[in-house]
């Protein structure tokens, strides 16, 4: 018989997305909440002390006032871009050659590359992270890295091979043969296996030639099920060195959708900067967008259109674009999520803020029937906030009148103190 584990707290989980309807009908808030876990699955929902008398030979963690929340969803990230981070004073094309690249050199090194795996995967976790969707290098050393690492932990992730055959210096290119070759034994390898899913990576179109982007549409024709990650319009100067790149293209989206990389499962990092073609074939295809506000506002690349792509209908998720982002916390990814809304004249309530922390980016990954919110039947990766977790917020949180009151100061100035304890697969991290 599987061991069973009763969590008690405050709890929040959703029955519908706070984006479209009301927060009170998509928010389920309980101030005496319980989860059970059974075999690394949410296995009963309810009231504390109802559930209490329902399972009494549960093991019983007891949490108090904390609230007990679906693990965070990250949707996008550079995992071997962890030691770069914050590194200072340049915008996207000067930012990749002077700090990215050199770096990604390194992880032809498997030693080098497992070290870092685990090093983000702790600070992620940390943070309260427990799925990623995250970029590789060129070298399958990286990728075979993240994936172990991973598994070792019982998490579920998303990873791919970055494939670069042009714009991009000695030593860190592929070929479009070799990347397709090895994404696909890659993704043999891994696709599947325990809680990984593999994704086609290829970086942007400026460091991938037409030659490799079909490579990658062909890949991704033959394994319909895997995902496909890559970015998409994150500043103007990338558009324009696109535009020069592929003169026939009638929009940046075009580079990919001629080659057969749009559809369900593409996920576009940034999206921006976009034309009303781009946005309504992504809307018409059901593609993924990736708000990545830490980034965009650290590398200086612009204001998502939150409002606008949402009323649209399309689907969103959040992420921290790590290192180009400037955190690994998806409670900082929410709070400038926030203030970029703010600055579009939107403000985002805070449970459209976790919303898209948890739920939103799983429907990125479309992986919301599994992770991302706390229902029977989910698998239990679970986070646990202290809502009072520095003097500053504490002092803000008394004088909530409202449980949303009470936690949007932590999404606002939280950090790794708020993040009590992290569950994956049913067992504490
Ligand atoms: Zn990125």
Redesign the pocket.
Known sequence: MTSSVLLLGQTLSFTANPMHTSVDDAAHWQTHGAVLIEGGIIAAVGERDAMRARYPMAKTVDYGDHLITAGFVDA???YPQTAIIASWGKRLIDWLSTYTFPEEMRFGDKTFATDIAQRYLDLTRANGTTTVAT?CTIHPESVDAIFEAAEQRGQRIVAGKTCMDRNAPDGLRDTAQSGYDDSKALLQKWHGRERASYAITPRFSPTSTPEQLEAMGTLWAEHPDCLMQT?LS?QVDEIEWVKNLFPDARDYLDTYERFGLVGPGALM??AIHLTPRERARMKDLDVSLVH?PT?NTFIGSGLFDMQGLTAEGHRIGL?T?TG?GSSFSMLRTMAAAYEIGQLRGTALHPAQLYWLATQGSAQALRMEDKIGNIAVGMEADLTVLDLSSTPAIAQRSARANTPWEALFPTIMMGDDRAIKDVWINGKKG
């Open positions: 996008h990230a550079h970029f970015h994150e990092g940034h990545c980034s992420a674009d180009g």
